[in-house]
C-alpha cells in the first residue's frame, strides 16, 4: 500500500467507551499531524509529531491522547468522549516541515452516542 | 495569528465553463506557502495546487491556476474546462515558512466552498 492509510473508516462508540484511531504512512515522511474536521468549520490542527516527537498541541482537552510509536504510525487513544467531538478525523503526513503541503488519509468517521 | 476566508459557501458550474473560488487570508509575514486542497466524497484532502509567496509568477496545474495578490491577500483558484470529477469541497490553506515555533507545520485551513458541477 502507499499513501495514508486511516483506520477504522467509521466508528460508532459511547462515552464511557475507549477505543483508537490508527495512522500509517508509507511514504518516508517525518512528520504527521492529526487534524478534526467538523461541519461547517475550518479544520482544527490537534497535534503534530516531527521524527516522533510531538512538537505541537492544539489545547487538545486529555480525552485525546496521541501516540507516535516510529515514523510511519501514529495512533489517537480516545476515552470518555462527548458527542461534540463526534468528527471526521484526519490523519496528514509531510516531508520537513510540509512546504510541499501534506499528504492526508481519508479520515475516521467518529460518532460519540 | 493567521487565518483564511472563503467567502463563497457553495459554487456550482456548467461542465466545461470555468469557475473562480475566492480566497482571502490575513497574516503578518511576508513568507509563506499557500495551498488549495480538494476533498471528494471519498474525504481524502487531495492537493491541487501550490504557491510559494515570494514567487510572482502564479501556479499552474493542467486546468487549475491561481490568482495571487499578496499585497491584497488573495488567492483565487481558477478551474478551466470544469469536469464532473472537479465535484468536491475545496479548501484554501496557508502555511507559514517559520521554522520553528508554534507555527511548526501548521496549515491554517479555510472553511471551505462546495462545488457543483452540472453536466
Known amino acids: 500500500e502507499t499513501g495514508v492509510t486511516q483506520t477504522p473508516r467509521h466508528l460508532v462508540m459511547g462515552m464511557t467507551n475507549k477505543k483508537s484511531l490508527k495512522c500509517e504512512q508509507h511514504l518516508g515522511h517525518n512528520a504527521m499531524y492529526w487534524y478534526k474536521q467538523s461541519a461547517k468549520k475550518p479544520l482544527e490542527l490537534m497535534f503534530v509529531?516531527?521524527?516522533?516527537?510531538?512538537?505541537e498541541n492544539n489545547s487538545v482537552p486529555s480525552r485525546f491522547s496521541p501516540e507516535c510509536p516510529n515514523s510511519s504510525h501514529l495512533f489517537l487513544h480516545l476515552h470518555t468522549l462527548q458527542p461534540e467531538d463526534s468528527a471526521l478525523y484526519l490523519c496528514a503526513s509531510s516531508q520537513g516541515l510540509g512546504m510541499d503541503g501534506y499528504t492526508f488519509g481519508s479520515g475516521t468517521r467518529l460518532t460519540v452516542v | 495569528a493567521q487565518t483564511v476566508t472563503q467567502s463563497q459557501p457553495e459554487m456550482s458550474v456548467q461542465e466545461a465553463e470555468t469557475v473562480t473560488l475566492s480566497c482571502t487570508y490575513d497574516t503578518s509575514e511576508s513568507d509563506y506557502y499557500l495551498f488549495w486542497y480538494k476533498q471528494p466524497p471519498s474525504r481524502q484532502m487531495i492537493l491541487v495546487i501550490r504557491q510559494e509567496a515570494y514567487k510572482q509568477q502564479n501556479a499552474t496545474e493542467n486546468r487549475f491556476s491561481v490568482n495571487f495578490q499578496k499585497a491584497a491577500k488573495s488567492f483565487s483558484l481558477k478551474i478551466s474546462d470544469s469536469q464532473l470529477g472537479d465535484a468536491a469541497m475545496y479548501f484554501c490553506?496557508?502555511?507559514?515558512?517559520?521554522?520553528?515555533?508554534?507555527?511548526?507545520?501548521?496549515?491554517?485551513f479555510g472553511q471551505g466552498t462546495i462545488l457543483t458541477v452540472h453536466p
Open positions: 509529531y516531527n521524527f516522533k516527537e510531538q512538537t
Open positions: 490553506a496557508y502555511r507559514s515558512a517559520k521554522l520553528g515555533g508554534t507555527s511548526y507545520g501548521k496549515l491554517t
